[in-house]
């Protein structure tokens, strides 16, 4: 990996890949290059243009152009949110087959181009994409990522500190598994500083229930369809979540995010990508961190990786 600058190719500049890159601009210092590509070349010279006219209220300078693959060989991280849009009523898996063909179309030309960076995926359904990236780039494991459930994290970290009325940020809690319909909290594991919350709720049955900690979950889960029912597409929240991973990367952070990432034995699991706890530094995943689950907890990831491992074993690779 170039480690003389900081260079991030965008691939995508749809409403989610534009977030992601208007976030990074905003934040500051994170890279100081920017390449946006695009099928719509016009389109991605429009964008780099009106990010280059905001770069004096920017924190930092960075250098934003459109490009071509030609572009990622000297990359850092190439951010993958190209694909079809999920529309309302549509489940991420529905996206499957669609999404799977724009990839053919994107990873060739980017592995051609002598790129020996880091992908990070985000587009939907992210577990199976990365996955699917994996096999067309054949990278290693540790370089191929996806945002998995680092948004459904957020979201969950930010309801249970409206609930308890604490800083989200103290609370430490994981939403693990499939970024969709069957990712589930360890509530054996969520913890408000260094106290359980499940302590919390027998020692105080009058304030909380374990019942809405569960409905917490459900808004979590379905979150991604209210907002699509309400404005059409969910952007804003991933766009800052890729930023975060993209800052963990090339800052060398070492810091643990929910990204989607290969397992290779932990919770008894093996080839599958899916959302769990990882240290994330400066050469991808350097480690993925094993939760104590209870057996319940388990059988709810196995659950998971089995319906994920199945989508994945009907597509033509």
Do not use: W
């Not at 534009?18 to 100081?32: D, E, K």
């Not at 900690?213 to 369809?225: C, F, G, K, L, N």
């Amino acid at each position: 990996m170039n480690t003389d600058k900081r260079k991030v190719v965008l691939i995508g500049t749809g409403m989610v890949g534009m977030s992601f890159a208007y976030s990074l601009v905003n934040q500051g210092a994170i890279c100081n290059e920017l390449v946006l590509i695009d099928v719509n070349k016009e389109r991605a010279n429009g964008e780099a243009m009106d990010l280059n006219h905001g770069l004096a209220f920017a924190k930092s300078n960075m250098k934003i152009y459109a490009g071509e693959y030609s572009d990622c060989k000297d990359a850092d991280i190439i951010v993958i949110a190209a694909g079809v849009a999920q529309k309302e009523g549509e489940t991420r898996i529905d996206l499957l087959q669609r999404n799977t063909e724009v990839f053919r179309s994107i990873i060739k030309p980017v592995v051609k181009s002598g790129f020996d960076g880091i992908f990070l995926v985000a587009t939907n359904p992210v577990d199976i994409m990365t996955r699917v990236t994996y096999e067309l780039s054949r990278f290693g494991a540790s370089r191929v990522i996806g945002t998995g459930t680092s948004l459904d994290t957020a979201r969950l970290r930010y309801l249970l500190g409206d609930y308890f009325t604490v800083d989200p940020k103290n609370i430490h809690a994981y939403v693990i598994g499939e970024h969709g319909d069957s990712e589930f909290v360890p509530v054996s594991q969520v913890m408000l500083a260094t106290k359980r919350v499940t302590e919390i709720i027998e020692g105080n049955p009058n304030s909380y229930k374990v019942e809405d900690i569960e409905e917490i979950e459900e808004q979590v889960r379905t979150s991604a369809y209210k907002i699509i029912q309400a404005k059409r597409a969910t952007y804003y929240g991933i766009g800052m979540a890729i930023t975060r991973i993209v800052k963990a990367i090339l800052g060398d952070e070492n810091s643990v995010l929910t990204v989607s990432a290969k397992l290779s034995g932990e919770y008894g699991g093996k080839g599958t990508f899916i959302g769990v706890p990882a240290i994330i530094g400066r050469n991808g995943v350097k480690e993925i961190l094993e939760l104590s689950l209870t057996d319940d907890e388990m059988q709810k990831f196995r659950n998971s990786c089995d319906l994920l491992n199945g989508y994945f074993d009907d597509l033509n690779i």
